[in-house]
């Protein structure tokens, strides 16, 4: 019996875990909260966009582990689709299918690698809400390969027919809308099976393409085309009669070329791009094809043919003008000599026209795009490109950061400009690594995966200075003010080329300069060693073997005294005297009243006596050990089975009697009528993840997000606002930064 809920329609597995969850959160109150994103503007790689052939302005579009959207053109904005989702593996996209008959239905193969849930999601309003149907295949929305497609498609005669190209297990049908499905026995390739732990994945089959005009509306198609991208022989294959039996289309590029994605047009004429790999990475030579499917005729139109080893990357993103027969264009991949391009033709491939020279991009509304040139770069893991079929003008692509659109595609055979801007209002598609609200200046400062990280002054528009600079890194793994001089941040992360891994700010994060540990700091595998900054901001430490200590901007170091190897200590947010650590393996307490110089073993009461097992292994991991704000000596420990508090420094903890199991802990600002901070954590009560706030230290908490805002559980890192009481801010991975404020 299908269960209907307000938004979103779950399988009966995860209905009974939400009732479940439901009785575990029954003695925590819902507190009534806003949420929105904190806006910089995509981020991410975008795999996939296609335009619905029904109706004009209905555009889908996947991300790799941020879920799928659908453009709202009355708004001028991305809708997210999933936030609902309880399950982080449903927001790796492996494939969309918008219903070629129903304007109203659309389906998303959803499943993030191939050791996670896999699920086929069905609606009938277009992403509003969801049916859930679990499958028994493993898919891989963000492995390796995840540009080719479309894998899913429905038939576009008769409607409850759908086909799915798996990565690991063959061709699947459905023939009830989605809801079971069978694998196609007949198919000449089963699967290779899931990989051992530590192989690569499996591309499989890359795509399924019907040509709808081999039938009449009512009756299944019978031509079908299916792409394999794993080695082999043959990598085309040709159905007749609907699926029942195939054949291997023999003629084409030889067998190391891998089948990207493909469109038929309405001459019967299909259109096939190829790369040496699938990529997104490592693709080092490609080609495109058409093949008439009446004569049987291939022909090499691959816009650049030249000898093997003068010509790197190939071809993946593919779409068909839909308006001008023999009109298409391609997107490169991994052509990073001179760069990857769109190319498009006007006569089916005979002769084509490159971008690359004449475009110009316009990101005023997404300045971290330029990176620090002048420009911004035209683009890379070009998987993503699409015609609008209501309009040969209108064209979109996506990169490993954002997504382009132009309304003057056109003007490329004419050898004239073409202008592109970012299409991403309402997407937020990034993993955040680390968050940071000062008592004073912005109030929030970031830390992301890829981008580097920002100062929000604004929450509203994407930060117009861009991305930390001087030095600018790839990916920031910590951030931290001091507590008494908010104006003083250090940072440190995996830099570009070869800038520093570490820097300090002295006005809130707006201009920074690089720090540089000496050769006493140790190996140069500690290549971002986290840092954090004492309470009046005149001594950083960074977490080297033995963490390392300057009181002089860096200009000379010395190392912390008394201290395990790979210790992390934290600082007091009042005393700068003050530092602590804990030496898990060997299940002490450390703690330095001299400004971190010396640590001395304490004996603490209250904590595990064995935390063997308790040290993060990951760097992006937030550290359980956290110092209270504007509370000195006040300590929190997230534990692996409890929540603990010490008042004093660390000499004594006492265990909450916490309703839920806290993950990671911050800092907000006190409740009316107290000065104690609340609390805000990331936790699980039952078996459901959710935000929580306390106004009591942990006495009592009140879930802060609801089930129309669980962005898959994908929760990274955490902040309170210590100047706006209950707002908090939380880093996902793979929908940004979301900000919530009490009241609706």
């Given at each position: ?20 969850s ?22 991410g ?139 196609v026995?007949?198919?000449p ?51 007749d ?15 190391d ?32 094809f ?13 816009p650049q ?21 023999g ?28 971008i ?15 990176w ?6 035209l ?98 793994t910590?951030?931290d ?82 201290l ?38 304490l ?42 508090h ?53 006495r ?17 890192c ?27």
């Open positions: 019996m299908r269960t209907k809920f307000p938004v979103i329609a779950l399988s009966a597995i995860i209905f009974l875990s939400s009732l479940y439901t009785q575990a959160f029954s003695q925590i109150p819902q507190a009534h909260y806003t949420w929105r994103s904190v806006k910089v503007g995509a981020g790689f975008i795999p996939g966009i296609i335009f619905s052939r029904l109706e004009k302005n209905l555009v889908y579009l996947r991300s790799d582990m941020g879920g799928c959207y659908r453009w709202d053109n009355p708004q001028q904005r991305w809708i997210p689709l999933l936030d609902p989702m309880p399950e982080s593996s449903y927001f790796g996209g492996e494939s969309i299918a918008p219903d070629p008959i129903d304007p109203n239905t659309v389906y998303i193969a959803a499943g993030m690698y191939r050791t996670d849930p896999a699920a086929m999601l069905r609606s009938h309003d277009r992403g509003n809400t969801w049916d859930v149907f679990p499958v028994p295949f493993r898919m891989g929305g963000n492995d390796d390969g995840r540009g080719v497609g479309e894998r899913l498609a429905v038939d576009p005669n008769d409607n409850s027919i759908l086909f799915f190209g798996s990565r690991h297990d063959g061709l699947w049908r459905s023939g009830d809308f989605a809801k079971t499905w069978q694998k026995q007949s198919f390739i089963h699967g290779l099976g899931l990989p051992g732990e530590g192989e690569p994945t499996h591309t499989g089959l890359s795509f399924v393409v019907f040509d709808p005009h081999s039938a009449t509306r009512g009756s299944p198609t019978p031509t079908i085309f299916v792409g394999a991208a794993d080695p082999g022989d043959n990598h085309l294959f040709r159905s009669d609907a699926g029942k039996t195939w054949s291997a289309v023999t003629t084409g590029p030889g067998a070329m891998l089948p990207m994605q493909a469109q038929i047009d309405d001459d019967g004429i299909l259109y096939v791009t190829y790369g040496s790999g699938t990529g997104p990475n490592g693709v080092k030579s490609g080609a495109v058409k093949f008439d499917t009446k004569t049987g005729q291939s022909t090499d139109i691959s043919k030249l000898p093997p080893g003068d010509f790197m990357g190939g071809y993946c993103g593919l779409s068909l003008d839909r308006q001008h027969p009109t298409l264009g391609v997107a490169t991949m991994n052509r990073w000599k001179p760069i990857d391009t769109i190319w498009r033709t006007i006569d089916g491939g005979k002769t084509w026209m490159d690359a020279e004449k475009s110009r991009r316009d990101v005023k509304a997404t300045p971290f795009l330029l620090g040139d002048k420009q911004a770069k683009g890379w893991w070009m998987a993503a490109f699409a015609i609008d079929p209501f309009d040969s003008n209108h064209a979109v692509y996506a990169t490993g950061a954002t997504v382009y659109t132009t309304h003057d595609f056109t003007n490329v055979t004419a050898d004239q400009p073409t202008h592109w801007t970012p299409w991403v209002e309402g997407i937020e598609q990034t993993a955040i690594v680390s968050l940071t609200s000062p008592t004073e200046g912005a109030h929030l400062l970031s830390g992301f995966g890829d981008i580097g990280g920002f100062v929000h002054a604004d929450l509203t528009v994407s930060p117009p200075q861009g991305m930390y600079d001087n030095p600018r890194f790839d990916t920031t910590t951030i003010y001091a507590g008494e001089n908010p104006r003083v941040i250090v940072r440190s992360g995996s830099p570009s080329d070869s800038q520093a891994a570490l820097a300090y700010s002295e006005d809130g994060g707006w201009s920074w300069k690089p720090l540089t540990l000496g050769p006493s700091a140790g190996r140069r595998s500690h290549r971002h060693p986290a840092i954090i900054v004492s309470a009046d901001g005149a001594t950083f430490m960074v977490m080297t073997p033995i963490p390392m200590i300057t009181r002089d901007n860096g200009k000379t170091w010395t190392r912390a005294q008394g395990p190897q790979n210790i992390r200590p934290v600082a007091d947010r009042v005393d700068p005297s003050a530092f602590y650590a804990i030496d898990f393996t060997g299940s002490k307490f450390f703690a330095s009243t001299d400004g971190g110089a010396d640590f001395t073993a004996n603490s009461t209250g904590l595990p006596t064995d935390l063997s097992s308790e040290q993060p292994t990951w760097a992006e991991a937030p550290w359980p050990l956290v110092a209270t704000l504007n509370k000195p000596h006040d300590l929190w420990y997230a534990g692996q089975h409890a929540l603990y010490s008042t004093d420094g660390g000499q004594n903890f006492a265990v909450i009697d916490s309703p839920v199991h806290v993950e990671m802990l911050s800092f907000g600002k006190p409740p009316a009528g107290s000065d104690y901070p609340a609390l805000f954590a990331v936790g699980t009560a039952g078996t459901l993840r959710a935000i929580f706030r306390s106004d009591d230290q942990a009592s908490w009140v879930r802060v997000n609801d089930d129309q805002h669980q962005y898959g559980t994908r929760f990274r955490i902040s309170g606002d210590p100047r706006i009481f209950g707002r908090v801010y939380v880093g996902t991975d793979g929908r940004g930064i979301l900000y919530g404020d009490p009241g609706q």
